[in-house]
């Protein structure tokens, strides 16, 4: 084989793995409501009534489209991990790949395999469509915004928004706000906050798009902050935004660290190492090119978003996706820059490798968690024809015996062994949708 076919190679086996992958992944959490395919509502009404009393994000109705139809999970799956990592090639190398070009697709292997490295939970943001249609997808248009904006404020490429219809921006600005709860107004702050630099400095107005841009982002955020169904999540966990105070705010805070110390161990490792390289190694270094207000907009983009997260009644891993996506771009622009990097041929080999062993091992687990959900599936199902009070004697367990559950929560959202419980009288969310399903009186686990 030449070598220049060996980067394609590897791109068509990581696609079809994930494709595997997705088709694999055991059904979990919020994915149980998707079981019943019967009474199937239609789908613009199913999300007007999320939006009065369940999830009123927009990711929402893509989620309730794609969580029914098997085809449509792969090829979103599909989708959704090259939209993504292209998103992050464009933010790093100010254009989109060009699969034809050999030297683009490494390049794209090179950022593929430096994000799934450092981020310990891709399965539940790529797999998991509740998380993927609501948070990824969403993602991807959040890194597109920043593009776009840094692109004219940092690189001073004007052509780029000019090209911009009006429409596209105003459906693209609601989109962007109606996304999720913690980064749109950064976004919106940056925005602003580069604007009003550029006015001091140019004594001219930026392109008027990039006026009205935030200002329809912050229509689509407030469509979103005032839904009826936020309200009820807010009765659900017993406080709202409002309700913390400065020492719920603190305990938050330390929530964060700690999601950052179980999640990211690797990210902090790499962020020490290059700050241990740029003070004592700086000879091994090119001259890093970042200028102050290139370092400014970055660091808010990283930061603000945790600062809006720490006002979150509830602290997850996902929350903190867009700030890690922020933070992997930079140090991967850094590392970039280190001298020779260029003319070593390890990083395409180490790439490649790590590529095929995450998602061969990805294909494998998600098969074998998939077999274990379909035996208790089907044992539920043949009880059910003897008595509507099931009793199973197997349960719900997607890791991997072989691995930690560190490695194993690289692919899985959860083990799922908490979804059925001993109790007949008390419903965990899981056994509700599988009782409902089923017609069941009861259902437990033995």
């Not at 990097?341 to 687990?365: D, E, Q, R, T, Y």
């Not at 690289?410 to 017609?439: R, V, W």
Request: glycine share 4%; hydrophobic share 50%; net charge positive.
């Amino acid at each position: 084989m030449k070598k220049s076919n060996f980067p394609y190679l590897v791109f068509i086996f990581i696609n079809f793995a994930v494709a595997l992958s997705c088709l694999f992944y055991p059904v979990s959490r919020d994915e149980f409501y998707y079981l019943d395919l019967v009474n199937v509502q239609n789908t613009f009404l199913e999300y007007g009534q999320s939006y009065q009393f369940g999830n009123p994000r927009l990711g929402q109705f893509f989620c309730n489209i794609i969580s029914r139809n098997t085809i449509l999970e792969v090829l979103f799956g599909i989708f959704l991990f090259n939209a993504f990592i292209a998103a992050l090639f464009l933010n790093i190398y100010r254009k989109l790949p060009d699969f034809k070009q050999v030297n683009d697709l490494k390049k794209f292997l090179y950022v593929a395999a430096f994000f799934i490295f450092f981020i310990n939970y891709f399965g539940e943001m790529f797999y998991y469509t509740p998380f993927s249609s609501n948070y990824t997808f969403t993602h991807i248009f959040y890194l597109v915004y920043v593009f776009v904006i840094s692109e004219y404020y940092l690189h001073e490429n004007k052509n780029l928004v000019r090209r911009i219809p009006f429409f596209a921006i105003v459906i693209f600005g609601i989109a962007i706000g109606m996304g999720n709860e913690h980064v749109p107004p950064v976004l919106v702050a940056v925005s602003l906050l580069a604007a009003l630099i550029y006015f001091l400095k140019k004594k001219t107005i930026p392109d008027w798009k990039l006026i009205i841009l935030p200002v329809f982002t912050i229509i689509g955020y407030a469509i979103l902050f005032f839904a009826p169904a936020n309200k009820i999540k807010q009765k659900t966990v017993g406080k709202s935004v409002l309700d913390i105070g400065l020492q719920d705010y603190l305990a938050n805070w330390i929530r964060i660290i700690k999601v950052y110390f179980y999640y990211n161990k690797e990210l902090i490792l790499l962020v020490v190492f290059i700050v241990v390289i740029s003070i004592f190694w700086n000879k091994l270094l090119k001259k890093i090119t970042f200028a102050k207000t290139e370092i400014l907009f970055w660091s808010l983009l990283f930061f603000l978003p945790l600062v809006i997260v720490g006002v979150s009644p509830l602290i997850d891993p996902r929350l903190l996706f867009f700030s890690n996506s922020i933070l992997l771009i930079v140090l991967f622009k850094i590392m970039i820059q280190i001298k020779d990097l260029k003319n070593i041929k390890l990083p395409l080999n180490f790439a490649s490798v790590f590529l095929f062993i995450f998602f061969g091992m990805s294909v494998i687990m998600t098969f074998r968690a998939q077999e274990n959900y379909r035996n208790v599936i089907s044992e539920i199902a043949k009880k059910r024809e003897i008595t509507k009070d099931v009793e199973v004697d197997q349960k719900f367990n997607y890791f991997f015996s072989f691995i930690s559950v560190y490695l194993n929560r690289k692919i899985f959202l959860e083990s799922g062994a908490d979804y059925l419980d001993q109790d007949p009288l008390h419903d965990t969310a899981m056994e509700k949708n599988l009782k409902n399903y089923y017609q069941l009186k009861t259902l437990k686990e033995k």
